[in-house]
């Protein structure tokens, strides 16, 4: 008897059985795992760069429950440690190495509380140990931290006349408070999800800390440097502390604001402020950097050296996806200069290097939310001598996955880093987001991005020192998930299109499947490789489908020409796009039942939803989440006005513009329409409102089409609370099983 080979049979047998049982204990992603995933939202390195802080949400659904709390995770070992638990604590920041601060509503309202930290003994924090440095008449909402000023910046609800707002005592009417009544005299009246007071603005305020022995305290009443100005900031509906900026020294504030004017709800224009605030000073008046500019003018970062104010600058005065251009103020010269990068991407965000001689930029690029390094050790250089520089170039630093909220770590600050570390948040369609780290390979290392509309068929070189800080969704692993396969095909024009196609988990190639048809919104989004919190791909490869996502014309990412040329071309070659996108689909996978095709969208491809209805019968069924019904009607009841009128140019009584609207209108071809639909609309969506979805589910009804309507009265243009998530996502599954299964 061989006892050594025996012995070899029996532990590969144990090993084999052991892979098997962990196998099992794996299940196909659901609506529970959507809405369980702990989500991460900003993250803080501490000053000796060892250690992270970070907030996470945790829902339970037996207690139908969601927790923010503060996490701390150790750089060297990844491990993480949660900190506070049973209250919402979010947006952490470090006071020194050993104190961290953060907002919590322990106290009734979103106030800063501090706590020192025992890194031996790290655990939850006791309440002994957590102080109140904050006790304001309303929340606190956004803030950042200056620790050599110790200087708070924070921004919360105020009058015009620089108070804070009392949300005790508040009142729409002063001369009678027991009136629900609001009277407006301009647009907007409501935003996103939201109606407005009128006297009210989102503004920011300043306070100065004390430090005795490790004890702080506040030192001054706050002070708002926007008082009598009818501005606001972060920029609603979606600013938040990016859309302000503090220098080194603390005594300079930079922010972005909407223009207040009569047309503010169809136009784009935000503008770049700057208070000067020395410390144990006055702040002075706001001063408009740029004033000239009708678009956006965004994300404005203070250099570390204190001499630019780098931000993001669009030129179209009501075009949203106009594309971003990076811009330089010189503080002392007061001078603006353009850097012209020889790219065709918009960056959303940008990132100073420690030292000022770079910046990093994020982008969507052919599908992927990738991250650039633009040197400008030399621009600069130039700049101050000529005024201007020459073209500039952008190299790719991250080419795969989703990336984002990039925080740097210097050369030299952690295990004796030779170049600079990038800490930020990165997901991919199977994998939730997390932090990452990543040592920043130098500049002449890198190559330009291929900007080529073909597959990319692997992680950069530059990004082979990529690794993963935390692992908060460890559970995660517990789940079957599909890979996602990238593909192009001849769309519109016959121009190159891209796409991402999933097989359904447990894939069998002797079997026929269904297949899952999905729209993104925008139209100026995109389909990417990463994890989406609502419309995830692995929702449908879970529930048996295979997932087609095609990024077809007015998508970003594959070139400003691309995007531009859905404008006023709604139904055209979108939709061809997405009907010989499909045709690539069936051909390409035999295993797809062609009589089995389910074609669902939010937003614009809500709209696309019923475009197809009253174009197509090619469709098993289709599911309208938040759609368009009709354009002119959507014009009259929509928020931002700028959007409507850019995608269709102009205003509806405008007859050459009404040609367009009428002629894109899904409304018009309702006579056409066959396919069953799942119609989705919540009542707080003032982007697209009820009526639109709505008066779908009455064509629908009226003309005899089997339809369901599903409504939530507490929600907006996203299915947000966890509860709604998980029941919207199964009354989805539900309707498109019972056509295809």
């Excluded at 990068?341 to 940008?350: G, N, Q, T, V, Y």
């Excluded at 030292?355 to 939310?369: E, V």
């Excluded at 490869?541 to 087609?548: K, N």
């Excluded at 919540?682 to 709505?694: A, M, N, P």
Aim: with cysteine.
């Amino acid at each position: 008897m061989n006892y050594k080979k025996n012995l070899k049979l029996l532990l590969s047998f144990v090993f084999f059985s052991a892979s098997i049982t962990v196998e099992a204990k794996k299940h196909p992603f659901s609506s529970l795992d959507l809405a369980t995933v702990k989500k991460i939202n900003s993250h803080s390195l501490s000053p000796n760069s060892q250690y992270m802080v970070f907030d996470a949400t945790n829902y339970s659904p037996d207690e139908n429950k969601s927790e923010l709390g503060l996490y701390i995770t150790d750089l060297k070992t990844s491990s993480t440690t949660q900190l506070t638990s049973e209250h919402t604590d979010t947006s952490p920041f470090w006071l020194n190495e050993n104190t961290i601060a953060f907002l919590s509503d322990r106290s009734g309202s979103l106030q800063l509380w501090y706590s020192s930290l025992d890194f031996d003994n790290l655990g939850l924090l006791k309440n002994t140990t957590m102080t109140q440095l904050t006790d304001l008449t309303t929340s606190i909402n956004n803030v950042i931290y200056n620790q050599k000023a110790k200087r708070v910046l924070f921004s919360a609800q105020s009058f015009l006349n620089g108070t804070l707002v009392n949300d005790k005592t508040y009142v729409n009417q002063e001369d009678n408070k027991y009136t629900t009544g609001v009277v407006y005299d301009k647009l907007f009246i409501r935003h996103w999800d939201t109606f407005l007071r009128p006297s009210v603005r989102e503004q920011l305020f300043v306070v100065d800390l004390k430090d005795k022995d490790g004890k702080f305290s506040v030192k001054n009443e706050p002070v708002n440097i926007m008082k009598g100005n009818e501005l606001e900031t972060p920029v609603s509906p979606f600013g938040d502390s990016g859309d302000f900026t503090i220098s080194p020294d603390g005594q300079t504030i930079a922010f972005s604001s909407r223009v207040e004017k009569h047309d503010q709800a169809w136009t784009t224009n935000t503008d770049i402020y700057l208070v000067k605030y020395p410390i144990n000073g006055k702040p002075s008046s706001v001063k408009n950097l740029t004033k000239s500019n009708p678009g956006y003018d965004s994300y404005p970062k203070i250099s570390p050296n204190g001499e630019w104010i780098a931000y993001l600058e669009m030129r179209g005065k009501n075009f949203e996806s106009d594309v971003n251009r990076v811009m330089l103020y010189n503080i002392k010269n007061k001078t603006h200069t353009e850097l012209p990068i020889k790219w065709d991407r918009s960056p959303d965000s940008l990132t100073w290097s420690s030292d000022s001689s770079s910046i990093y930029l994020t982008a969507t690029s052919k599908g992927r939310g990738k991250i650039f390094v633009v040197s400008l050790s030399k621009a600069i250089k130039t700049i101050k001598k000529n005024g201007s520089v020459s073209t500039l170039v952008a190299k790719e630093l991250v080419g795969t996955g989703s990336n984002n909220v990039i925080r740097v770590i210097p050369k030299g600050e952690f295990e004796n880093n030779a170049e600079e570390i990038l800490v930020f948040g990165r997901s991919t369609m199977t994998k939730p987001r997390e932090i990452y780290r990543l040592e920043v390979t130098p500049y002449n290392n890198l190559k330009v991005e291929n900007e080529k509309r073909e597959i990319i068929k692997g992680p950069l070189n530059s990004e082979a020192g990529l690794t993963q800080v935390t692992n908060i969704n460890e559970k995660f692993k517990e789940v079957q998930v599909s890979e996602p396969e990238e593909f192009y095909f001849r769309g519109y024009n016959n121009e190159l299109i891209q796409g991402w196609y999933l097989k359904p988990v447990n894939f069998d190639k002797s079997k026929k499947y269904p297949l899952a048809f999905l729209i993104h919104g925008g139209p100026q989004g995109a389909w990417e490789d990463s994890f989406g919190s609502r419309w995830n791909y692995q929702s449908y490869t879970g529930a048996g489908y295979a997932v087609a996502a095609i990024n077809f014309h007015g998508s970003t990412g594959f070139g400003q020409k691309f995007v531009k040329d859905i404008a006023k071309n709604w139904g055209n070659n979108a939709y061809t796009d997405l009907m010989k996108g499909l045709d690539y689909v069936l051909k390409t996978h035999r295993y797809i039942d062609k009589s089995k095709v389910c074609g669902l969208g939010g937003s614009f491809g809500g709209y696309m939803v019923n475009w197809i209805n009253g174009h197509t019968d090619r469709f098993a069924c289709l599911v309208n989440h938040d759609g368009v019904f009709s354009t002119v009607s959507t014009f009259f009841t929509t928020e931002e006005l700028f959007f409507i009128e850019h995608e269709f140019g102009g205003v509806p009584w405008d007859r050459k513009a009404k040609k367009v609207y009428d002629k894109w209108s899904p409304s018009e071809y309702v006579k056409n329409w066959k396919t069953p639909t799942l119609v989705i609309h919540s009542s707080k969506d003032y982007r697209l409102t009820e009526g639109e979805g709505i008066a779908t589910f009455t064509a629908l009804q009226r003309l005899g089409i089997k339809s369901k309507f599903l409504y939530f009265p507490d929600e907006n243009h996203w299915v947000l609370k966890p509860a709604n998530l998980i029941f919207w996502q199964n009354q989805i599954i539900e309707w498109i099983d019972s056509f295809t299964k």
